[in-house]
């Protein structure tokens, strides 16, 4: 059977690929290696991330999207030519229709770039979908509902919170911090703390070892080795979930922030149903732990987490992809 129709969650840290009848067929890291003399693409995604903090001075590992949004045109084609061609196989004939996730403060000139590049790439039509739309959607919230729903979609570079009724997006508001920065902020404690540096990766892997947005009572525990600044020597560091709890706490506080920003700018009536319903929140950032609670203390709303957080923007590019005729005439916009 040929594919002609595929999802694509073009996030900043993963892309997954939907396939309507095949379901999740790729997840990788957004990542592209290329040799720099020729400018050719060498790895794409989860082989290109193996090569960060490793490659010789000819090779860059290269990360295309900045906050969700393409930075870097050339290789953001390239990584799409990749995944699309991953997803039909290679003796598909039939060039697909794409459905493309995208920033909801995504501006004309970024968006059509998204959909330049999809068809560059091998699409025969591609559309862009909000993501707190496609992530409502994939959380199994009736979007075309009159009530309001309040959705925060934490990804890798932009945590993004909506208010979503009658199928559109009444208010909304984004920052520029999510899980890279979460990464970044871990690496920044380090350093100033103990005097060790890390890797992206090694941090990563203590955030979602031991990741926490509260203190707790019993903490948690992460062997890590680093590079002591001192000395330049590797050294060894045990890291408690308090201290992670530590460093993340401004961001978690920007985040809460935002989402104050959107009640303000949003109708008491939404607010009002967003107060009996809750907040759902949805993307791979949202799986720290105790997050739900951290904006429970914050905002006095119930939080609470989607179902396969991670996978709800793909998820909903699925269910517009089943129904695409109907949701051409109202949510898709192809210019």
């Keep these: 059977m040929f594919t002609t129709k595929i999802g694509i969650d073009l996030g900043t840290a993963n892309t997954i690929v939907f396939v309507p009848g095949k379901g999740f067929i790729i997840n990788e890291p957004t990542i592209v290696a290329l040799s720099l003399p020729d400018n050719t693409v060498l790895a794409v995604g989860r082989e290109a ?130 899980g890279n920065k979460f990464d970044q902020a871990i690496m920044d404690y380090i350093k100033k703390k103990y005097a060790i540096a890390i890797g992206e990766q090694t941090a990563e892997t203590v955030k979602i070892e031991i990741g926490s947005a509260l203190p707790l009572k019993s903490k948690l525990e992460f062997r890590l080795r680093g590079r002591d600044l001192v000395s330049g020597l590797p050294k060894d560091l045990i890291v408690n979930s308090n201290e992670i709890a530590e460093a993340l706490n401004p961001y978690l506080v920007d985040i809460a922030g935002a989402v104050q920003k959107v009640f303000n700018e949003t109708p008491p009536e939404l607010v009002a149903d967003v107060m009996e319903k809750g907040i759902l929140l949805s993307g791979g950032a949202s799986q720290l732990r105790y997050l739900g609670e951290f904006f429970e203390r914050m905002l006095g709303v119930t939080t609470y987490s989607a179902e396969d957080p991670l996978f709800c923007v793909a998820k909903g590019t699925g269910l517009i992809l089943n129904h695409i005729d109907v949701y051409k005439r109202t949510l898709l916009n192809k210019r």
Aim: positive net charge.
């Design 49 to 178: 991330k193996d090569m960060i903090g490793r490659t010789p001075e000819d090779i860059v590992a290269y990360k295309p999207l900045k906050d969700g949004v393409i930075a870097d045109y050339y290789v953001t084609k390239a990584m799409m030519r990749y995944f699309i061609s991953k997803a039909v196989g290679a003796f598909n004939l039939v060039r697909p229709e794409v459905v493309v996730s995208v920033p909801a403060g995504i501006t004309q000139t970024e968006r059509r770039a998204v959909v330049n590049a999809a068809r560059e790439a091998g699409a025969r039509e591609a559309f862009v979908v909000k993501e707190p739309i496609l992530a409502a959607l994939g959380a199994g919230v009736p979007i075309n509902a009159h009530s309001g729903n309040m959705i925060i979609n934490m990804g890798g570079g932009t945590s993004e919170v909506a208010i979503v009724s009658l199928g559109g997006i009444v208010s909304w508001a984004s920052v520029r911090i999510a």
